[in-house]
Nanobody, 131 residues
Framework: QVQLVESGGGSVQAGGSLRLSCAASGYTYRRYYMGWFRQAPGKEREGVAAIYTGGGSTYYTYYADSVKGRFTISQDNAKNTLYLQMNSLKPEDTAMYYC?????????????????????WGQGTQVTVSS
């Protein structure tokens, strides 16, 4: 079955950068809907970024307001890898980060970060940003 494995987390000072990776296996589709979520201690899990791709094109990307302009989501289908480039990191970004996959992409109208649409989840990678 589909498996997702995150990597790239670590500790960084405020203003620094990290690139998270999510290696996927067990599937091959024409279209992909993938997302990154995060959960900080004492808080609910929240959507960070999502991407809808197919045929070598990116159809849509979505970002939480808190990360717009700082984070970039991308996908390399040839490598079956999802990325989250995180720049200008802030202490508020400290959280466990998870990748998730909605495969095949759900039809109809869905909120881009509705967790119910995602069928597969990774186990997470920790990001810690110090001030």
């Amino acid at each position: 079955q589909v498996q997702l494995v995150e990597s790239g987390g670590g500790s960084v000072q405020a203003g620094g950068s990290l690139r998270l990776s999510c290696a996927a296996s067990g599937y091959t589709y024409r279209r992909y809907y993938m997302g990154w979520f995060r959960q900080a201690p004492g808080k609910e899990r929240e959507g960070v970024a999502a991407i809808y791709t197919g045929g070598g094109s990116t159809y849509y990307t979505y970002y939480a307001d808190s990360v717009k302009g700082r984070f970039t989501i991308s996908q390399d289908n040839a490598k079956n890898t999802l990325y989250l480039q995180m720049n200008s990191l802030k202490p508020e970004d400290t959280a466990m980060y998870y990748c998730a996959a909605d495969l095949p992409p759900s039809g109809g109208t869905w909120d881009p970060f509705d967790e119910r649409r995602f069928d597969y989840w990774g186990q997470g990678t920790q990001v810690t940003v110090s001030s």
